[in-house]
C-alpha cells in the first residue's frame, strides 16, 4: 500500500497570503489528522477529519482551517499567514476506528517571510 | 489542558550503551499511549499501549506502561548509530466520539561511535 502523501514538500510565502496543503491518506483510510510542528512547541494538534467532517479540534486560531473530501483525501488552509507560522504541517491516517495507531505523511516545510 | 512530557531533553551515548526514555502525562480520558520514532521526515509508529504493566517488545526495543504512575518508558539496548533520532511520546484521549493525539516535545537521542 503506498503511504501517506502531501504536497506540496515545501513552501514560502509571505505575511498576510494564504496557503493550502493537500493530504492523501493511506488507501482504506478515513480519518486523517493535521499536526504543526516546530522546535519549540514540538507537534501540536490542528484537527481530525472523518468522513468529511471535522471530528476534533486543537486550540489554533480561525485561520487555520481544513476539509476533507467524499475520497478522505484532505486539505489544510492557513489564511493571513504570519511569521510565527513557520513550521513543518504534518498529516496523519488511520482507519478511523479509536485505539489505530496514526500513520504520518512526509510533511510540508511551509516558511513565512 | 492534556500535558505530556518527556525526559531527557536530549540525549547522547555510545554505541552498545542501554538507553531509558521517560513519558509522563496528565491528559482526561486516556485510551492510549504511543511511542513514535521521527528521523529526517515523517514520525514513524513504533508502540501502542493500552493496559498498564505489559510490556510491547521489538528487537532492542520495549515499551511499558504505568497507569498507576500515569507514565511510561521506552527501552533501547545495544544502541547503534541507526538509532539517532528523535523519540516522541503521544497520548491518545477521548472527548465524545472524538480522539486526538497529545504529544511530548522528544527526547534527542544520538547514538556515537
Known amino acids: 500500500k503506498a503511504g501517506v502523501t502531501q504536497t506540496p514538500r515545501y513552501l514560502i510565502k509571505t505575511r498576510g497570503q494564504q496557503v493550502t496543503l493537500s493530504c492523501s491518506p493511506i488507501?482504506?483510510?478515513?480519518?486523517v489528522s493535521w499536526y504543526q510542528q516546530t522546535p519549540g512547541q514540538g507537534l501540536q494538534f490542528l484537527f481530525e477529519?472523518?468522513?468529511?467532517?471535522?471530528?476534533n479540534k486543537g486550540n489554533f486560531p480561525g485561520r487555520f482551517s481544513g476539509r476533507q473530501f467524499s475520497n478522505s483525501r484532505s486539505e489544510m488552509n492557513v489564511s493571513t499567514l504570519e511569521l510565527g507560522d513557520s513550521a513543518l504541517y504534518l498529516c496523519?491516517?488511520?482507519?478511523?476506528?479509536?485505539?489505530?495507531?496514526?500513520?504520518f505523511g512526509p510533511g510540508t516545510r511551509l516558511t513565512v517571510l | 489542558e492534556d500535558k505530556v512530557v518527556q525526559s531527557p531533553l536530549s540525549l547522547v551515548v555510545h554505541e552498545g550503551d542501554t538507553v531509558t526514555l521517560n513519558c509522563s502525562y496528565e491528559?482526561?480520558?486516556?485510551?492510549?499511549l504511543l511511542w513514535y520514532k521521527q528521523e529526517k521526515k515523517a514520525p514513524t509508529f513504533l508502540f501502542m499501549l493500552?493496559?498498564?504493566?505489559i510490556e510491547k517488545k521489538s528487537g532492542r526495543l520495549s515499551s511499558i506502561l504505568d497507569k498507576k504512575e500515569l507514565s511510561s518508558i521506552l527501552n533501547i539496548t545495544a544502541t547503534q548509530t541507526g538509532d539517532s533520532a528523535i523519540y516522541l511520546c503521544?497520548?491518545?484521549?477521548?472527548?465524545?466520539?472524538?480522539?486526538?493525539?497529545?504529544f511530548g516535545t522528544g527526547t534527542r537521542l544520538q547514538v556515537t561511535l
Open positions: 496523519a491516517s488511520s482507519p478511523g476506528n479509536h485505539g489505530n495507531e496514526q500513520f
Open positions: 488507501s482504506g483510510h478515513r480519518s
Open positions: 477529519y472523518f468522513s468529511e467532517t471535522q471530528r
Open positions: 491528559v482526561t480520558n486516556f485510551r492510549s
Open positions: 493500552t493496559s498498564s504493566g
Open positions: 503521544a497520548v491518545e484521549t477521548m472527548a465524545g466520539t472524538a480522539s486526538k493525539l497529545t
